[in-house]
């Protein structure tokens, strides 16, 4: 039962809902899977209508209930087998005793379990039911069945139960079932990602945000940045399927998922971090806006307010994308440029001045894209022998030109 690549595009669930007192939750179920974007057909036992009608999950779903094996109407629209083929996912919340038995064992009696044998979608099971029935014997052989069938269960809670008992076997909460079915569409792209992404297989190293460069324990030099366009890339390089990791300046963002992040301070720690990781780097990206100076002498204490004027005087940084640059081993470099004037002109020099393969340079005298903005818009060069002409990436979300950047770097990479 694997989730096949072309179904994820869509994320099509049939939730079947099957008889007990937990029906009701299922009604907050359609809505929370909805919240995630899925298109949610219901399926319901009969006992399952005992408890909650037809027309509540139509509301909610926006679909037709479906109730009868046998019903001409349905066949001739969407029957059983075309609800079997048209699932990403079969879900069965609540799954009552009943219906955990029937698919363990191949019954066949009813709309549910006709589908459960003729989809090959992954199903999830979220069981609900009193708890001696949880532990009867034959409910836990039953279990054990299912989950070697390959059927992923979402265990119920202990608490008191409507029936007036305490013990394991109300049904987990809506929300709790529809992140982990969430979690497994996520999981199963970015499998596919690992495998067939434009970066799949990649290690990719991207600094972002400042630096702070320390003048005494409560003062020092910084700018503007706020690491949005380095956060958005690595979201989009991971997307990609590459391995991602951070290293990030001082900034009020989380850390993206399945991103690892090296917090640092100054520019020296992140070129300390970044020649740690420089050996097993394949795409170095370098979209941190470091600091070109820092303060020759800190303070070791505060500063005191003395007279009109106060000098500090400040030493070079070393430039952390040209160091990389200048590795034996170096990784495919990505450089940015952020320039007031002369943007193209000044982008192009640094390409070839720090040695980088591309590089991406950006407006920083206009507020709505640049630093600390959701938006940006940029010119993309390449190093001669790409033969690529410059690419123009014209002002969207920071997270859409992200993707068009990995789509650049993938272009450079099919052709080195
Ligand atoms: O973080 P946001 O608020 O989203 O803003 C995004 C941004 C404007 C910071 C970003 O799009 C950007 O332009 N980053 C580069 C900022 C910069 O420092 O540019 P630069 O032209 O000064 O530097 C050129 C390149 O050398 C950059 O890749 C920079 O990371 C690198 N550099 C610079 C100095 C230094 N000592 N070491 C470096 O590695």
């Given at each position: 039962m694997k989730l096949e690549a072309k179904a994820l595009q869509t994320r099509r669930i049939v939730l079947g809902v099957t008889g007990g007192i937990a029906a009701y939750k299922s009604a907050i179920l359609v809505r929370r899977l909805k919240d995630y974007g899925f298109d949610v057909r219901v399926v319901m036992s009969h006992g399952a209508q005992a408890f909650i009608t037809p027309l509540t999950f139509q509301a909610l779903s926006g679909y037709p209930v479906h109730t009868e094996l046998l019903d001409a109407e349905a066949e001739s629209g969407m029957g059983h087998i075309e609800l079997a083929r048209w699932a990403d996912l079969l879900?069965?919340?609540?799954?009552?005793?009943?219906?955990?038995?029937?698919?363990?064992?191949?019954?066949?009696?009813?709309?549910?379990?006709?589908?459960?044998?003729?989809?090959?979608?992954?199903?999830?099971?979220?069981p609900a039911m009193n708890q001696q029935m949880w532990a009867a014997k034959s409910t836990q052989r039953n279990l054990t069945t299912l989950v070697e069938d390959g059927v992923h269960i979402v265990m119920p809670e202990a608490g008191e139960q409507a029936c007036g008992d305490v013990g394991l076997g109300r049904l987990a909460e809506p929300e709790q079932i529809a992140a982990?079915?969430?979690?497994?569409?996520?999981?199963?792209?970015?499998?596919?990602?690992?495998?067939?992404?434009?970066?799949?297989?990649?290690?990719?190293?991207?600094?972002?945000?400042?630096?702070?460069e320390l003048i005494d324990p409560v003062r020092y030099i910084s700018n503007h940045s706020t690491g949005k366009m380095g956060f958005a890339i690595a979201e989009?390089?991971?997307?990609?399927?590459?391995?991602?990791?951070?290293?990030?300046?001082?900034?009020?963002?989380?850390?993206?998922?399945?991103?690892?992040?090296?917090?640092?301070?100054t520019a020296?720690?992140?070129?300390?971090?970044?020649?740690?990781?420089?050996?097993?780097?394949?795409?170095?990206?370098?979209?941190?806006?470091?600091?070109?100076?820092?303060?020759?002498?800190?303070?070791?204490?505060?500063?005191?307010?003395?007279?009109?004027?106060?000098?500090?005087?400040?030493?070079?940084?070393?430039?952390?994308?040209?160091?990389i640059a200048q590795q034996q081993q170096r990784p495919f470099m990505v450089g940015f440029a952020a320039e007031t004037q002369n943007i193209e002109e000044y982008a192009k020099a640094k390409l070839k001045a720090k040695k980088l393969d591309m590089i991406a340079c950006n407006d920083v005298s206009r507020s709505?894209?640049?630093?600390?903005?959701?938006?940006?818009?940029?010119?993309?060069?390449?190093?001669?022998?790409?033969?690529?002409?410059?690419?123009?990436?014209?002002?969207?979300?920071?997270?859409?030109?992200?993707?068009?950047?990995?789509?650049?770097i993938a272009k450079a990479l099919a052709g080195s």
């Open positions: 879900l069965i919340a609540p799954a009552s005793c009943d219906s955990i038995a029937k698919c363990a064992n191949g019954l066949a009696d009813d709309l549910l379990s006709t589908i459960y044998l003729a989809s090959k979608a992954p199903v999830w099971v979220a982990a079915v969430n979690d497994f569409f996520a999981q199963a792209e970015r499998d596919i990602s690992e495998k067939f992404g434009l970066l799949a297989g990649k290690n990719v190293v991207i600094t972002a945000g400042p630096t702070r989009a390089c991971y997307a990609a399927g590459a391995k991602v990791t951070l290293i990030s300046g001082p900034v009020s963002l989380n850390t993206p998922n399945g991103v690892q992040r090296i917090q640092i301070q020296q720690e992140m070129l300390e971090a970044s020649l740690q990781l420089v050996e097993a780097c394949d795409v170095f990206i370098a979209t941190a806006a470091v600091a070109d100076y820092r303060v020759a002498h800190v303070a070791e204490h505060k500063i005191k307010k003395a007279g009109d004027e106060l000098t500090v005087s400040l030493i070079k940084n070393p430039d952390i994308v040209a160091t709505d894209i640049g630093f600390a903005s959701d938006e940006n818009a940029m010119t993309v060069f390449f190093a001669e022998q790409y033969h690529l002409p410059q690419r123009i990436l014209e002002k969207a979300a920071k997270k859409d030109i992200a993707m068009q950047l990995v789509d650049s």
